[in-house]
């Protein structure tokens, strides 16, 4: 009943830009924490950023300065604004995010995932 569709993944250079956008869909009581994780070949996935129903944003050291977590909860979506891109941001995107239903208590809910590959 729920679905998570991701979109903004593709092939960038080093040093430029991409966002990322998460729309969540269905019989949607509400939504809580929206975050984005990433997993590299080899690599465990790993918590990217993170952003509260009040808008409070957390992120990763690796991406601090660099990376933007937005929310638009009219539209149900979470977005990473992704600058100054380095080849170890090359990574499948996830993002993850926290829903309850109408008659149903809160359960976690994953996009499929987009690629993001930062040439060097």
């Known amino acids: 009943q729920v679905q998570l569709v991701e979109s903004g993944g593709g092939l960038v250079q080093a040093g430029g830009s991409l966002r990322l956008s998460c729309a969540a869909s269905?019989?949607?009581?509400?939504?809580?924490?929206m975050g984005w994780y990433r997993q590299a070949p080899g690599k465990q996935r790993e918590l990217v950023a993170f952003?509260?129903?009040?808008?409070?944003?957390n992120y990763v050291d690796s991406v601090k300065g660099r990376f933007t977590i937005s929310r638009d909860n009219a539209k149900n979506t979470v977005y990473l604004q992704m600058n100054s891109l380095k080849p170890e941001d090359t990574a499948v995107y996830y993002c993850?995010?926290?829903?309850?239903?109408?008659?149903?208590?809160?359960?976690?809910?994953w996009g499929k995932g987009t690629l993001v590959t930062v040439s060097s």
């Open positions: 269905g019989s949607i009581f509400s939504i809580n924490i």
């Open positions: 993850n995010v926290g829903i309850t239903q109408y008659g149903s208590y809160q359960k976690d809910y």
């Open positions: 952003i509260t129903s009040g808008g409070r944003a």
